[in-house]
């Protein structure tokens, strides 16, 4: 059972929470797995997924990258769910901490999950920390990027089919590190600030 541990409503509705829970019970729309490029779904949030997803969710991952080739930070790909209680699997490739310009390429790879779960008309979408595991991007940095992100898709595109954006954490240290930022990021908003 999820539990909501922090809550933000955006000025045309829409919903931004923290989520202490299980990504893969979530019941909503569309969740974002923390894939790699080529979609090999061997550990952590990915090998979860397809556990309880069924493999279904590993062959059409297969075959996504068969016909498209890997997947990058900004053009995320997408599957049915299996078994899972969404309908939509979106598989996003976040930065590996040390490559390079993470910052803006897990910017891209947030991005990139909010548009297409748009473009498929979703209403409400869970995501992982991606990155913030085996790929090693550090917690603290990680959240007000997806803080941002989430804020800026909201205020630019009110009129979005997606509502409802939780993000959805297993592990108490990851989330005591978004509580803290995401604490710091609602003093920027009321102080004025853009969330960009």
């Keep these: 059972m999820s539990t ?3 809550n933000f409503q955006f000025p045309h509705g829409q919903t931004l ?10 019941p909503v729309d569309v969740i974002v797995n ?7 779904h061997g550990g952590g949030v990915a090998g979860a997924i397809v556990q309880q997803g069924g493999e279904i969710i590993q062959k059409e991952s297969d075959q996504w990258v068969q016909q498209h080739g890997q997947v990058t930070h900004v053009a995320p790909a997408l599957t049915n769910a299996g078994n899972l209680p969404c309908k939509y699997v979106i598989h996003a490739v976040g930065p590996i901490w040390g490559e390079g310009d993470e910052e803006k390429k897990l910017a891209d790879a947030i991005r990139g999950s909010l548009n297409l779960a748009n473009s498929i008309q979703a209403h409400s979408l869970a995501i992982p920390p991606i990155s913030t595991g085996i790929f090693g991007f550090p917690k603290e940095l990680a959240a007000p990027i997806f803080f941002n992100e989430i804020a800026k898709f909201f205020y630019e595109q009110s009129d979005s089919s997606l509502q409802m954006v939780k993000i959805t954490i297993l592990d108490q240290r990851t989330m005591d590190a978004f509580q803290d930022a995401f604490e710091v990021w609602l003093k920027t908003l009321s102080s004025g600030r853009s969330a960009s």
């Design 4 to 6: 909501v541990v922090k």
């Design 17 to 26: 929470q923290l989520v202490r829970g299980d990504l893969t019970k979530e």
């Design 34 to 40: 923390a894939a790699n490029r080529w979609l090999q």
